[in-house]
């Protein structure tokens, strides 16, 4: 699957709703590709007092239930159209759910794809490689 395929999927699992007290979901979604060509999306949830899930981290939690974890691509979209890089956090978290997945294509605002080992240079963990 190509880049702007993927992010078409993941453009259409936004869904933003409203949740009790200020928290909403869904305002930006994720689409990922695994390496066997499986597609898994994800939605975004904010809550108050800084509890949240990335909608990059709901994707990878599909994923691992069908017993999956290298990422061949994955993409971020908020509810505008735009595409976000990966907070730090989801960078990290899709670094440590599978060795290969250093080599996952992350794309950019403008459909720039860039490998995950180029955006997490000087890993802490290299020590244990």
Known sequence: M????????????INHKMLRRF?????????????????YTGICIDIPCSI???????AIAEMLKK?????KRIVAVFEDGSILPPCGRCREFI????????????????????L??????????SKWD
Not at 3 to 13: G, P, R, T, V
Not at 32 to 38: Q, R, V
């Open 95 to 114: 670094a440590q759910i599978d060795d290969n997945n250093d080599a996952t294509f992350i794309v950019m605002p403008q459909m720039k794809e860039i």
């Open 23 to 39: 928290g909403e979901a869904g305002h930006v979604a994720c689409a990922l590709e695994t390496t066997s060509g499986a597609i």
């Open 52 to 58: 949240g899930l990335c909608a990059e981290q709901s």
């Open 2 to 13: 190509n880049k702007q395929e993927l992010y078409q999927i993941a453009y259409s699992a």
């Open 116 to 125: 995950l080992r180029d955006l997490l240079p000087e890993r802490w963990d």
């Open 67 to 71: 017993g999956e974890t290298e990422i």
